[in-house]
């Protein structure tokens, strides 16, 4: 069974530009989440998706949004860059909620 | 506000020892989580504890969670090379997912 996977592996951009992030799901997963990995502050809740709806949100700015399309995968849009954007993306997803979630390997994303 | 405390932040040790790493919370979580996490790749779950006091064994590694459901600690006997990683719990509370910073665990052979 295929587990979670995540493209681009490592994106750079400038700041200003945005950069879309894209999460493919376990086969049968309905739920997905984003998280952010920064040097320093650990793992951060960024967004839950599931049946498609958004369903809960960390404490980021709106410019940090996304969606989760019929097939259950998942996209992460970052609009505005900022160099403090620059982070490990973690998408996971989980059948029975977060507590059986599964990650992927993450988007390496730099902003210059 | 890091509701989830991990300690310590760096831990490196002789292969065969003994090792045990906390983390501490000042709030009550419904269950907590531990993972694995090693370079390049996304965290591992090793373990999701729910109900206060309880202890769960994952071969050589203890995990326990904190009668108040407060805090937890993981215990590995006889670590390995292969033990080596970033182990980071991460608690769940108001259908929100709470990571701590890690401990970041090197065995040296």
């Known amino acids: 069974e295929a587990g979670v996977t995540q493209s681009p592996t490592h994106l750079i951009k400038t700041r200003g530009q945005q950069a879309t992030l894209r999460c493919s799901p376990i086969?049968?997963?309905?739920?997905v989440y984003w998280y952010q990995q920064a040097l320093g502050l650990g793992l951060q809740f960024l967004l839950w998706?599931?049946?498609?709806?958004?369903?809960n949100r960390g404490n980021f700015p709106p410019r940090f949004s996304g969606r989760q399309f019929p097939n259950y995968s998942s996209e992460l849009n970052v609009n505005a860059l900022e160099l403090e954007d620059s982070a490990l993306y973690l998408c996971?997803?989980?059948?029975?909620?977060?507590?059986?979630?599964?990650f992927g390997p993450g988007t390496r994303l730099l902003v210059l | 506000t890091q509701l989830l405390e991990q300690s310590p932040q760096f831990l490196s040790i002789q292969e065969g020892e003994n090792l045990t790493v906390y983390c501490n919370s000042s709030?009550?979580?419904?269950?907590l989580q531990w993972y694995r996490q090693e370079p390049g790749e996304g965290p591992v779950l090793l373990v999701t504890?729910?109900?206060?006091?309880e202890v769960k064994k994952l071969k050589r590694l203890t995990f326990q969670f904190g009668d108040a459901r407060k805090d937890s600690s993981l215990h590995i006997t006889a670590a390995q090379p292969g033990d080596t990683g970033l182990y980071l719990c991460?608690?769940?509370?108001?259908?929100?997912?709470?990571f701590g910073k890690g401990t970041r665990l090197h065995i040296l052979p």
């Open positions: 709030s009550v979580f419904s269950s």
């Open positions: 504890v729910v109900t206060g006091g």
């Open positions: 991460a608690g769940q509370r108001d259908d929100k997912i709470i």
């Open positions: 996971a997803s989980s059948l029975g909620g977060v507590e059986t979630q599964y």
């Open positions: 086969s049968g997963h309905t739920s």
């Open positions: 998706y599931d049946e498609g709806e958004e369903r």
